[in-house]
Every structure is written in C-alpha cells, then in structure tokens.
T-cell receptor
Framework: DAKTTQPPSMDCAEGRAANLPCNHS???????VYWYRQIHSQGPQYIIH???NNETNEMASLIITEDRKSSTLILPHATLRDTAVYYC??????????????FGPGTSLSVIP | ETGVTQTPRHLVMGMTNKKSLKCEQH?????MYWYKQSAKKPLELMFV???????ENNSVPSRFSPECPNSSHLFLHLHTLQPEDSALYLC????????????FGPGTRLLVL
C-alpha cells in the first residue's frame, strides 16, 4: 500500500470548516483514499473514501486532486466532538494488506471553542 | 454504536492467567480483524479472518491465539502474557470485497501485571 503524509496536528475554530490535508504521491491507479478518525480511547471510525472523484456524505467531504497525489478531508462545520486523530490511508479495497502498520500517526485535530 | 461489540471493555490479568476477548459484529460482514494499539504507537494489525479462514497472523507471538467460529464472532485467547502486552485491543469487521472500509468496536483495555 502507498504511504501517506499528514501534518501531526491542526487547530480549528468551532463552527468553521476543518480542512485536513494528506499527501500520497506514490498512490497507484487502483488504490482508494480512505479516511478514519479516532476519538480519544475509542475505536477508529470510518468516515469516507474515494478513488478519483470528490465524495460527500453526512459526515464529511473528500476532495482528491486531479493527479491523485493528495487529498483533503473537509468537515464543513466543526464541533467540539470532532476533536480526534484523523487518519488518511490508501489501499486497494480487495486486497488484504500485509502491512503491520496500516494506520500511521495521523493528524490530531483540536476544535477550539 | 458501530454494530461491533467487544467484551470485556476492561481487563486486568496476571502473567499466569488465561483470558479471552470476545468480539461480535451485527453488520453481516464476512471479514474480521484484531488490532493492537499500544500507548503512543500506531495501530498494528494482528490477525485477519476472511470468510472464517485465517489469512495472516503477522508474526504475532503464540501467547495470542485467535478463534473465529463463524462470521459474526471473533475471539482472542490470551495466556502467559507479558506486561508489554498491555494495550487497547480492537476488533473490526468488513466485507471481503471492501477491506478498506472497516467498522471498529470500542476496544478492550488490557492491563497485564
């Protein structure tokens, strides 16, 4: 699976949009971009995924650049409950990953009142 | 509530004890996973069961023994653990056709004394 790079931490004001970037310059043509988040002491939560088109669901929007080398997760109106570590992962949906570490260090997002 | 439950939520055990962690998914998935999350470390994949057959064990020590009696239930049997095995143990499930979209349980916080 391709590797990803994310900033270690970000702050966002409550009610504003949170834009979390992810670089995946070695992504291959059949790899999807997945986003998860982990609120302190809870299990990771699936957010959204996409291949090359922008995606939106009730939780967030995913913007993937045309060359697919980077993406941005957008939380349109961040709340305090969105404070969490956000993980960006690239992988092939049908493949069982043999990488021991699939979730990297992620971005710690703090939503500030 | 993700549709994946884990019991117990907290466990304290001595190094000579034998205990089991239980995971149950109510999502109709056919793949299940055990992960380990140690303090300040990335999530590590331990075991994968796909269509009830174990497909990798990722070089996990034999003191961890998984069991998957059917597609809805997953166990992790523990014996003669070490203090460094103290961690959050997370169970997840997915469809085999989309291993990237995993739903996690709340985890079992294990402390080995």
């Amino acid at each position: 699976d391709a590797k990803t790079t994310q900033p270690p931490s970000m702050d966002c004001a409550e009610g504003r949009a949170a834009n979390l970037p992810c670089n995946h310059s070695t992504i291959s043509g059949n790899e999807y971009v997945y986003w998860y988040r982990q609120i302190h002491s809870q299990g990771p939560q699936y957010i959204i995924h996409g291949l090359k088109n922008n995606e939106t669901n009730e939780m967030a929007s995913l913007i993937i650049t045309e060359d697919r080398k980077s993406s941005t997760l957008i939380l349109p109106h961040a709340t305090l409950r969105d404070t969490a570590v956000y993980y960006c992962i690239v992988r092939v949906p049908l493949k069982t990953s043999y990488d021991k570490v699939i979730f990297g260090p992620g971005t710690s997002l703090s939503v500030i009142p | 509530e993700t549709g994946v439950t884990q019991t117990p939520r907290h466990l304290v055990m001595g190094m000579t004890n034998k205990k089991s962690l239980k995971c149950e998914q109510h999502l109709g998935h056919n793949a299940m996973y055990w992960y380990k999350q140690s303090a300040k470390k990335p999530l590590e994949l331990m075991f994968v069961y796909s269509l009830e057959e174990r497909v990798e064990n990722n070089s996990v020590p034999s003191r961890f023994s998984p069991e998957c009696p059917n597609s809805s239930h997953l166990f992790l049997h523990l014996h003669t653990l070490q203090p460094e095995d103290s961690a959050l143990y997370l169970c997840a499930s997915s469809q085999v056709a989309d291993r990237g979209t995993q739903y996690f349980g709340p985890g079992t916080r294990l402390l080995v004394l």
